[in-house]
């Protein structure tokens, strides 16, 4: 299957910074890659939708000031969390999503563990 | 939107066992796929399939898109098979959105 690469895999930062997180696809092109965000024990909710060449869409109640997303290739995208705060802390992690033979799969990164302190 | 339940919510079986997780959505889905999350966090793709029944070694799956629901079999479970178990669904074509999850199972495996 296509391989969806995501770094770094845990940070952990000070309270008021910024971190950034990166999502590549390796071996395909991506117009579109997502965000989702799993809190401990949770499923996994999409918090935005990131657009090649153009602005991400957010889901409803994300910030989309705090989650800044550039899709600036077909082969990356950035998540950067601005100002974060200890609620911030979560399991960030990224799709793509391979087409061919008639299918869309969606492929997901490694995941990254963000721990605000 | 779309809605997606899957049972169990926890299954607890002994190694060798059989096992049947189910995942019922409320609409209409042109995207269906089964992960596993290991207990480092990564999705691992089960099976893409929004329809039909597929096999892959001991593990199959069914999707009845009519009456909206899938089915995810294990067979022989191992102590590997442990983790959670989710299901998610797209809702449009072309990947144009993101997948909705269950809420997942939580399998354990027991030696």
């Known amino acids: 299957g296509a391989v969806v690469s995501q770094h770094p895999s845990r940070v952990i930062c000070k309270s008021g910074t910024s971190v950034k997180i990166e999502c590549r696809s390796l071996d395909f092109q991506a117009t579109t890659m997502f965000w989702y965000r799993q809190f401990p024990k949770q499923s996994l909710m999409l918090m935005a939708t990131?657009?090649?060449?153009?602005?991400?869409?957010?889901e409803q109640g994300v910030e989309k000031d705090k989650f800044l997303i550039n899709h600036a290739s077909l082969t990356l995208s950035t998540l950067t969390v601005t100002s974060a705060h200890p609620e911030d802390s979560s399991f960030y992690i990224c799709?793509?999503?391979?087409?061919?033979?008639?299918?869309?799969?969606?492929?997901f990164g490694q995941g990254t563990r963000l721990t605000v302190v | 939107g779309i809605q997606v339940e899957q049972s169990p919510p926890d299954l607890i079986l002994q190694e060798g066992a059989n096992s049947t997780l189910r995942c019922n959505f409320s609409?209409?889905?042109?995207?269906l796929q089964w992960f596993h999350q290991n207990p480092w966090g990564q999705l691992i793709n089960l099976f893409y399939i929004p329809s039909g029944t597929k096999q892959n070694g001991r593990l199959s799956a069914t999707t009845v898109a009519t009456e909206r629901y899938s089915l995810l079999y294990i067979s022989s479970s191992q102590t590997t098979d442990s983790g959670v178990y989710f299901c998610?669904?797209?809702?449009?074509?072309?990947?144009?959105?993101?997948?909705?999850f269950g809420k997942g199972t939580h399998l354990i495996i027991q030696p």
């Open positions: 990131s657009n090649e060449g153009s602005k991400a869409t957010y």
């Open positions: 799709s793509a999503s391979s087409h061919g033979r008639g299918k869309t799969e969606a492929f």
């Open positions: 998610a669904v797209g809702h449009s074509g072309g990947g144009a959105d993101g997948l909705t």
């Open positions: 609409d209409s889905v042109n995207n």
